[in-house]
């Protein structure tokens, strides 16, 4: 049981960049799934999540109207849209499925204990 992280890379504030990521060893289609991100000696902070129809969605404030996220559950792919990029945006971003089918609030949806699978990360570099 896998999550794929890519997308990440070396850009110009103001750029965007698109994040996937792909689930694989098992169906990930009813999960609800989370971006995190962790930059160097900082903790890991939540980015943005997703409940497992797309109806629910979760923002932090700092990226909230910059970033979207998105998901297709045909392909086991979450996504995560990132446009007016700045350089504290520069982290490893990760993504999380939440497998326990239950009400998906933004209580829970911000906790890393929430998630049961965790991708490698993907580190995405924003230069000023």
């Known amino acids: 049981v896998q999550l794929q992280a890519s997308g990440g890379g070396l850009v110009q504030a103001g750029d965007s960049l698109r994040l996937s990521c792909a689930g694989s060893g098992r169906t990930f289609r009813n999960d609800a799934m989370g971006w995190f991100r962790q930059a160097p000696g900082k903790e890991r902070e939540f980015v943005a999540a997703?409940?497992?129809?797309?109806?629910?969605?979760y923002y932090a404030d700092s990226v909230k109207g910059r970033f979207t996220i998105s998901r297709n559950r045909t392909k086991n792919t979450v996504y995560l849209q990132m446009t007016s990029l700045k350089p504290e945006d520069t982290a490893v971003y990760y993504c999380?499925?939440?497998?326990?089918?239950?009400?998906?609030?933004?209580?829970?949806?911000?906790?890393?204990?929430?998630?049961?699978?965790w991708g490698q990360g993907t580190l995405v570099t924003v230069s000023s």
């Open positions: 997703i409940d497992w129809n797309g109806s629910n969605r």
């Open positions: 999380a499925a939440d497998q326990d089918y239950r009400p998906f609030y933004r209580s829970g949806a911000t906790l890393p204990a929430t998630y049961d699978y």
